[in-house]
């Protein structure tokens, strides 16, 4: 087992090496001038923008480029963020807190909805709750985020004024009221992306539970006078879950790289929103940071949702 | 004539015979800017006045918080690595100049004790040197005190380029110098009437503290811990700092300026889009004041119906625009298009020019588009709209385009397209994404396919549009079209900067590697000639004349066509006094704001 673990960490290191030279060369000859601001400005004449792009390393050749960030990567050094002229770790940390909050409750909430509903409905296809959820579950994975959203804001801010619009960084107070009005604040974002999820997690759960469901020893375990949640619980769910479980781990890289829509939307300063501010800024430092961020996390929950694997069904073998 | 006027004018000033507000109307008339028509005044003899204060409480603080939403926040808080508006807005909330411009284009002093004139002493009589008066007793937030030292300080930071300050190009050529503790004095290399943009406004004026940077100067500038965290001298005091998301202040109490500031807190919001900053300042009323609400006006004029703010809209200059190329975008020319060794094949034709002056509809793009944040125009250069000059007009009329083709010999071929000698009248129109943009595009289009002129639209992303990067074949300089439409702020209340832009020897040329700030690639000896003289010409009258001829002699060759004069479109909650100045950044004139009770 550890030898796997080992092998795959192994594996990982070209392939990530792979990623981040495409992510650079792409970066590179993408259009787009981090100083684009400074062209229209007349106080500002254009040798200032030219030496600029002198000074941060712009004009010289990619591969040099590459050497440079590569090799301070090892140091642990993330760059430097053209924009902010800050450290690229110190932007994407204060980033970090709010989309783990937020990102992190809607996947939370995802999954309350979703495996309870999806097996429940699995347990008696085609009865009018199952319709009811399939129906539901259509419509919530049809509507895209950036729709619903919009929609919540005009019906809770707009016009019942319950709900703020804007997601406050800092919220004033302290102790429950602090709490109290996080959550508040909180609740669309949440809602909007939870939702989202659920809807198709709660498809993937139902066929994965029916899948499991008609097999042999599931009536067997029935015939030797096993209770209903016992046989659900104890033999469906555990088999039912292992590509539930793959489901979920490719899904938390998504976690931590926050949901650039709905971020936008509500202003919730995460690294979905760090990422598109800097692509619209062409601060490459920051995008290659974040999105090779990405990459990394992509790589290490395939691991572990293969070592879950493992763990699930001891059939699955791990050489 | 219109100069021996002025004398008498300025005398009657003087004299206190003539209304100051009256002489800058009378300026107005022959198309002078208020803060030029000022500093006509302040040159001509009479001191420069401070616009009048309308900031009414009466003590300091007991505001409560004052929430200000940007869409796009600043990113970083020194002044002098500015790359936007959005941090020279951010960084002004700390930082402060000598001196401000108010929405009159009034000049108000901040930390600077009088307005120099000649008079007081303050101005050469020869233009070169400027000696600016420090407010006594001024502390930085830390307590220690502001002096000359600080002020020299910066032109020293600025100047330097490794520090790789955007705002290098206002402090290289210039020298500053230590009077005494209180009194720097600035010499310019030439003649200067324009002098008050170094250590004026928030673009390039505020001072940073010589004792917290001096370390950082030069190379090392990147490393300064107070690059994020900033300790000014302004009414409100640093507290935290996320970029492109959050900044938040505290009340000064120690402010210099009495019973300022009003609000105890100050916080500034970024991201999102302008749309839903309008909403959520004018609708839910979550926030107090959002900045440059490009929205369309309908949706501003429904979102104000029984909603908590308005709209505000601030006077300054700036100008959309549509150029048209000089040269041959088609053609290259020792690896370069639009090169200066081609003449347009097209616009060497003065009749297709003055065509397409009126195939573009301003007043439908007002009414279309800008509605309340746009005015019809037919200047370049664009004051506020009692400045307007009286020297030119313009018309929108489809018949008449159509008559003034026809009589040059463009005439329509079996396409319905008109040609001459072969030349097909076929036009490529290009501007950055933006709803507005894309809008004109198709008004323009449309009235000249009417008359017989094939126009093809293309839209480049902002990024790409306005960047310097050499690579790139769709950036404005390059100017690889025949038309192309965006605007050039007006970031200064004197058109100097503006109008040189268009110089010959400006050119933007693969050989200065289409760093030339003339895109138009128009070169006329006698636009030189009036931009040269203007530059030297220390009297005030004549220097305007020279501008207005400038402007005028841009729009008889229709280099460009204007197409509408632009306001700063702000969106404030109704209760909030918000003083904002077309000439300034929105947080110049912070100092003043307070809220009616």
């Known amino acids: ?319 | 004539m219109l100069d021996k006027k002025l004398r008498a004018m300025i005398d009657k000033v003087a004299d206190g015979r003539m209304d100051r507000r009256a002489f800058i109307q009378r300026m107005a008339a022959v198309g002078l800017t208020a803060p030029l028509a000022n500093q006509i005044l302040a040159l001509g003899g009479v001191a420069m006045a401070e616009g009048p204060s309308t900031y009414k409480p009466t003590k300091r603080g007991g505001g409560g918080a004052l929430k200000l939403l940007w869409w796009q926040g600043p990113t970083l808080l020194n002044p002098h690595f500015a790359t936007g508006t959005k941090d020279q807005d951010g960084s002004r909330l700390f930082y402060e100049p000598l001196a401000c411009w108010d929405p009159d284009g009034n000049m108000k002093l901040v930390l600077a004790a009088e307005i120099p004139s000649i008079q007081n002493g303050g101005l050469a009589a020869d233009g070169k040197s400027v000696t600016w008066k420090l407010k006594p007793g001024v502390k930085w937030h830390d307590g220690k005190p502001f002096t000359a030292d600080d002020v020299v300080f910066n032109w020293e930071y600025a100047k330097d380029p490794a520090t790789a300050a955007t705002s290098i190009a206002v402090y290289r050529d210039i020298t500053v110098e230590k009077v005494d503790d209180l009194t720097v004095r600035i010499l310019f290399p030439k003649p200067t009437p324009f002098w008050a943009d170094a250590f004026v406004g928030a673009a390039v004026g505020p001072i940073i503290p010589k004792h917290l940077f001096e370390a950082y100067k030069g190379a090392k500038s990147r490393e300064a811990p107070n690059n994020l965290s900033p300790v000014g001298t302004g009414p409100y005091k640093f507290i935290e700092f996320k970029p492109g998301d959050l900044v938040r202040g505290e009340l000064n109490p120690d402010y210099h300026m009495p019973n300022r500031p009003y609000f105890d807190t100050l916080e500034m919001k970024g991201g999102g889009d302008a749309v839903s900053a309008a909403r959520a300042v004018i609708q839910t009323g979550e926030y107090d004041f959002g900045y440059n609400i490009q929205v369309e006006d309908d949706v501003l004029l429904r979102l104000e119906k029984g909603g908590k703010g308005k709209a505000v809209y601030a006077v300054g200059g700036d100008t959309e625009f549509i150029v048209l190329n000089s040269t041959d975008p088609n053609t290259e020319v020792d690896g370069e298009r639009s090169s200066m060794k081609t003449k347009h094949p097209l616009f060497s034709d003065p009749a297709v020019r003055k065509a397409l002056t009126m195939l573009v509809d301003r007043e439908a793009v007002k009414k279309a588009i800008y509605g309340r944040a746009g005015r019809t125009t037919a200047n370049f250069l664009n004051g506020p709209e009692k400045f307007v000059s009286k020297n030119n007009t313009w018309e929108f009329n489809i018949e008449k385009a159509a008559k003034v083709l026809d009589d040059a010999g463009w005439k329509p071929g079996a396409d319905g397209i008109r040609e001459k000698d072969g030349k097909k009248l076929k036009l490529l129109y290009q501007t950055s994404i933006n709803g507005p943009r894309q809008k004109t595009q198709a008004i323009v289009k449309q009235a000249c396919q009417k008359a017989g002129i094939d126009v093809e639209l293309k839209s480049v992303v902002a990024s790409v549009f306005f960047s310097s990067d050499v690579g790139n074949p769709d950036t404005y300089p390059k100017f690889y079209a025949d038309m192309e439409m965006f605007q050039i702020p007006m970031s200064q209340p004197d058109p100097a900067q503006h109008m040189r832009r268009y110089i010959s020897s400006n050119v933007a040329t693969k050989e200065n590697k289409w760093q030339g700030p003339n895109f138009t690639r128009w070169a006329n000896k006698d636009y030189d000639a009036i931009i040269e003289a203007a530059e030297g010409e220390m009297d005030p009258i004549k220097r305007a004349e020279l501008y207005i001829k400038a402007n005028d002699l841009l729009i008889k060759e229709v280099v460009f066509i204007p197409v509408q004069h632009r306001l700063k479109v702000e969106a404030a909650a109704n209760n909030l006094v918000c003083i904002v100045s077309g000439w300034a950044n929105e947080t110049d004139n912070l100092f003043d704001w307070y809220r009616e009770v």
Request: with cysteine; net charge positive.
């Open chain 1, 1 to 319: 087992m550890s030898q796997y673990v080992l092998r795959r960490v192994l594996i990982a290191i070209p392939s990530l090496l792979g990623i981040s030279l495409v992510l650079f060369v792409v970066l590179a000859l993408a259009p787009g001038d981090p100083f684009s601001e400074l062209a229209t400005n007349p106080n500002v004449p254009a040798e200032v923008a030219a030496s600029l792009r002198a000074k941060f390393g712009l004009d010289d050749p990619i591969y040099l480029r590459y050497l440079h960030w590569i090799s301070a990567m090892a140091h642990g050094d993330w760059g430097f963020s053209f924009v902010s002229r800050m450290n690229v770790d110190q932007l994407i940390l204060q980033r970090l807190p709010a989309t783990l909050y937020v990102v992190g409750s809607a996947q939370i909430l995802a999954l309350l909805i979703a495996i309870p509903v999806g097996v429940y409905a699995a347990t008696k296809p085609y009865s009018l709750f199952d319709q009811i959820a399939n129906t539901l579950a259509f419509v919530g994975f049809s509507l895209p985020t950036f729709f619903t959203g919009i929609l919540f804001i005009l019906i809770f801010s707009v016009t019942l004024d319950w709900l703020p619009l804007v997601y406050t960084t800092d919220v004033k107070g302290t102790g429950i009221h602090w709490v109290l009005e996080m959550i508040r604040q909180a609740i669309m974002p949440v809602a909007v992306l939870g939702l989202f999820q659920a809807a198709s997690m709660t498809r993937f759960v139902r066929s994965a539970m029916l899948d499991v469901i008609r097999l042999d020893y599931v009536t067997t375990a029935r015939a030797k006078g096993l209770g209903q949640a016992k046989v659900i619980v104890k033999h469906v769910m555990r088999n039912a879950m292992i590509p539930v479980v793959t489901l979920i781990a490719l899904q938390m890289p998504a976690v931590f790289g926050g949901a650039i829509v709905t971020e936008q939307i509500f202003r919730i300063p995460g690294i979905g929103s760090l990422l598109i501010s800097s692509i619209l800024a062409n601060d490459t430092p920051v995008v290659m940071a974040v999105t090779f961020v990405f990459a990394c996390l992509v790589v290490l929950f395939n691991l572990i949702a293969d070592v879950l694997y493992g763990w699930l069904d001891p059939r699955i073998s791990l050489r």
